[in-house]
């Protein structure tokens, strides 16, 4: 069984940073990735790498705000969030899939989820 733990998250002003960590305990992980919620909205992907690290994708709306970047040794996987936007506002959800190549991009493909860190972006 994994178990997900993120942290980090925290409230923070339009134009700031954050970095988030997810730690794994369990078996050997494979692909991570990061989505998240907002309210009344559905769960969203942001941001996943596979297990080497060689291979990340992000979506449009954080692409070039946001990096993805794991430490296997540690086993944590790192989302740091600069320029933080009021839309940024969510729960984000640490996520595994099911194989080392595979990137969850989809809830479909994420196999294990953390419990979620709430990030608030004031304006």
């Known amino acids: 069984q994994v178990q997900l733990v993120e942290s980090g998250g925290g409230l923070v002003q339009a134009g700031g940073s954050l970095r988030l960590s997810c730690a794994a305990s369990g078996r050997a992980f494979f692909g991570m990735g990061w989505f998240r919620q907002a309210p009344g909205e559905e769960r969203e992907f942001v941001s996943a790498?596979?297990?080497?690290?060689?291979?990340?994708a992000y979506s449009d709306s954080v692409k070039g705000r946001f990096t993805i970047s794991r430490d296997n040794a540690k086993n944590t996987v790192y989302l740091q969030m600069n320029s933080l936007k009021p839309e940024d506002t969510a729960v984000y959800y640490c996520?595994?899939?099911?194989?080392?190549?595979?990137?969850?991009?989809?809830?479909?493909?994420?196999?294990?989820w953390g419990q979620g860190t709430q990030v608030t972006v004031s304006s």
């Open positions: 790498i596979n297990w080497s690290g060689s291979s990340t």
């Open positions: 996520a595994c899939s099911a194989g080392p190549l595979i990137l969850p991009k989809t809830p479909a493909t994420a196999s294990y």
